[in-house]
């Protein structure tokens, strides 16, 4: 599969992708945390596409949160499993 790059139309549907400000749930573990982060999200059908830095960033906090390596992190509330 061909990698999407930023300012292609979304390689899903082929629909226009704008930039925004996401959150992004990360679990690592038994550990999860929220990262605001610019993607191109699709208009038509949701899809998000982050730049291969943002995605390093992913890697490095779930690595983080399987070691349970969180105090660089702000405590946000609670997670419950309900169900
Ligand atoms: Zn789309």
Do not use: W
């Not at 930039?19 to 699709?42: F, I, M, Y």
Request: positive net charge.
């Amino acid at each position: 599969m061909k990698k999407p790059k930023f300012g292609d139309n979304c390689p899903i549907c082929g629909g226009e992708l704008v930039l925004k400000v996401v959150e992004k749930l990360l679990r690592g573990g038994k550990n999860t945390a929220v990262l605001r982060v610019r993607a191109e999200v699709c208009l038509h059908c949701g899809e998000r596409l982050y730049t291969d830095k943002t995605v390093r960033r992913f890697q490095q906090i779930r690595t983080k949160l399987e070691r349970q390596d969180t105090a660089s992190f702000k405590p946000l509330g609670r997670s419950f499993i309900a169900g």
